[in-house]
């Protein structure tokens, strides 16, 4: 349902497990006569904080592996004889968009206990939204659909395959409008594939053949607490013993994949260590890391409070090692149970997944959940503290050169997702897109920790706020909410600053003098300054350095020869480039990158810079006068100053 929240709603703030209860008003579709259905359809009712009267049988099924269909029966108790209307999630919890693949539900159906066939109809403004009338003969309704999840190449991610599955329940189940999500109580069930093994943050309490049983939870709970399950399927313990047990729980494509080379595991153990550190306490009862080691299943790095759903490649665990992302992924999904679902912004905090969410505060959400992504994968050794600065470095030349600031405010990407889940665009160097409340807000929140340290003469640091304001709950899995207000009133008890002033003035800066938030590099001793060959740890954190001509001419290079990645008005630009074309020729070489490259470095002498490029039948020769050479960003220790850096990256000790 698109319904906005009100203006107070954004100061609510939570002291319960259950979500912000949305003050709105009954949502009515016209009804107008001339409407071709087959009776009238009722409002949608808002949610109220009512509790749902009884508890709602659920059973999915993912043994169709072939076909990779999940069946779903629910039962449900019906509150009044009447109208009803049931919701399918649109607005999913981490995407903060309304992405619920309602275009993958088919074959619903509705019966009452003796076999009645009871007809639905779909709201004609809401989709997500299907009517009911209950005759008052009949006390429980069941649903029946199938989920199809998609197969390799479609549109939707992968979420089955004939070895595993990631079971999302936001994603095949219904539930009565006109309620909270924990207002609502499920008894959730599932039948695996025999001999499979499973991770998930509920508790069994049952089997019944290859049906396995579940406490009942709130809705809310179930929502928040996905499933990993597999053919290859393996456990670790990270900490196992006192009240907040976290355990590594992973699903492989290959019996083999679940081996982890020595040492691995205990840099995660490490990890729950050093977020221990960070925190000060644990805002859950338990936790699971559920990762797939895969090259089947479809990519996903997404948080909950009690775990996480991550993929890494089949040989991650194996080898021990891996791509700087990968490494850095588990760590950052885990702080999100602190900043993102134990404290949330207020206006994430929803009623239920039909109630609209607002994304004012990602630059919290996601940008300080970066920051921490980053600075534990260093302290718990999953990254070395040089990779972790050549990653800083990238983000501080990606957000010095990027144009998109002259228009549009880092502020106004938080609202991206409303605007298509993820959507880059084309040209996204001018658009903006998501990824900049993630990368360029993790400037932002560097500079305000070397601001504290610098301020306070190293005795007070980030570290200090991550304690005060998301470390307060220990064993309890609730959910907070919180306002910029609060946030700022939080900094100002770390540190006295105008706050208020420092965030602002980075969010809201645009226009051609609005500048990068470089000022965490710089005072964390540190300068960015560029090279011409990257050096062999800053080749294995970027790969396709060899090909990226980002910072000289203004475009990537595929293999195939194709231009792509132009950034709005670079030297590519100028010359009337856009992605799609083809280099065919440099200078008088093929068109290779590697010609590419001796080309722009002949250039800073004189050399000749000639690009023949092609789209479709059309030839061009461009003619560049670019003398500044190959430009790769590294940084550079600036002598004499503190090396607050370093500081920051480094383990925490007892």
């Known amino acids: 349902m698109k319904l906005f929240l009100p203006a107070g709603v954004a100061a609510f703030v939570l002291a319960t ?6 003050q709105t008003p009954v949502v009515t579709a016209p009804r107008d006569a001339a409407l071709a259905l087959p009776r009238a359809q009722p409002g949608i009712p808002a949610p109220t904080r009512a509790a749902y009267p009884g508890v709602i049988r659920y059973q999915a099924d993912v043994t169709d592996r072939d076909r990779r269909i999940i069946s779903v029966r629910q039962t449900i108790p019906v509150a009044a004889a009447g109208p009803m209307t049931l919701l399918y999630p649109e607005y999913l919890p981490g995407n903060h968009a309304d992405t619920g693949p309602i275009q993958l539900l088919a074959g619903l159906t509705v019966t009452a206990p003796d076999g009645r066939r009871l007809e639905w109809v779909r709201d004609t403004l809401e989709p997500y939204a299907f009517h009911l009338d209950v005759p008052a003969d009949v006390g429980e309704i069941e649903v029946a659909f199938q989920w199809l999840t998609q197969p390799d190449g479609g549109p939707w991610r992968v979420v089955q395959t004939p070895g595993m599955v990631n079971m999302q329940w936001e994603k095949a189940i219904l539930y009565p409008a006109g309620y909270v999500a924990s207002g609502i109580t499920v008894e959730p069930s599932i039948r695996l594939p025999a001999g499979w093994g499973f991770g998930v943050a509920l508790d069994e309490v049952g089997r019944d053949g290859d049906v396995v049983r579940f406490a009942p939870v709130n809705l809310y709970t179930l929502v928040d607490s996905p499933m990993f399950a597999g053919e290859h399927y393996r456990r670790y313990a990270l900490d196992a013993d006192g009240p907040s047990p976290v355990h590594l729980s992973l699903v492989a494509d290959e019996a083999g994949q679940l081996e982890a080379a020595p040492g691995l ?86 009623a239920n997944y039909n109630v609209p969410t607002q994304n004012t505060l990602m630059f919290v959400y996601e940008g300080l959940t970066s920051y921490w992504g980053e600075v534990l994968a260093a302290r718990a050794g999953l990254a070395s503290p040089e990779e972790t600065l050549a990653s800083f470095a990238e983000h501080a030349a990606f957000y010095q050169t990027q144009p998109g600031r002259q228009w549009r405010a880092l502020q106004d990407t938080q609202n991206h997702n409303l605007l298509g889940y993820r959507v880059p665009g084309q040209w996204p160097s001018w658009m ?208 004499g100053t503190p090396d607050r850096l370093g500081d920051i990256l480094a383990a925490r000790r007892p």
């Open 17 to 22: 497990a259950a979500p912000a209860l949305v």
């Open 265 to 350: 595991i205990d840099k995660y153990r490490s990890l729950v260590t050093q977020a221990d550190r960070l925190f000060g306490a644990r805002p859950f009862d338990r936790y699971e890391f559920l990762v797939a080691a895969t090259s089947r299943l479809g990519g996903i790095g997404l948080e909950h409070h009690r775990s996480s759903e991550n993929t890494v490649s089949p040989d991650f665990f194996r080898r021990g090692t891996g791509a700087l992302g990968a490494r850095q992924l588990l760590p950052h999904e885990y702080v999100h149970s602190w900043n993102g679902k134990s404290m949330r912004p207020a206006d994430e905090l929803t």
């Open 432 to 639: 903006r897109t998501t990824t900049d409340y993630y990368d360029e807000a993790l400037l932002v929140w560097l500079d305000a920790d070397t601001l504290i340290r610098e301020g306070t003469g190293g005795r007070r640091s980030l570290d200090d706020f991550a304690r005060s304001f998301f470390g307060r709950l220990d064993g309890q899995a609730e959910a907070r909410g919180y306002t910029f207000e609060e946030l700022v009133d939080a900094l100002n008890a770390v540190h006295p600053h105008d706050w208020a002033g420092f965030l602002r003035q980075r969010l809201d800066a645009v226009g051609p003098d609005a500048r990068a938030p470089l000022g965490g590099i710089e005072r964390g001793g540190y300068r960015l300054t560029w090279v011409e060959e990257p050096s062999a740890l800053e080749k294995s954190i970027s790969p396709g350095w060899a090909s990226d001509f980002r910072y000289s001419l203004g475009f990537t290079l595929a293999a195939n020869g194709r231009i792509g990645g132009v950034v709005w008005g670079s030297p590519a630009f100028e010359q009337g480039l856009g992605v799609g074309w083809d280099l065919i020729a440099v200078n008088d070489r093929g068109p290779s990158a590697e010609a590419l490259r001796a080309a722009i470095t002949g250039a800073k002498s004189g050399g000749p810079l000639t690009l023949v490029v092609r789209n479709g039948d059309r030839v061009r020769t461009l003619n560049f006068d670019w003398r500044e050479g190959l430009r790769h960003p590294r940084l550079e220790r600036v002598t």
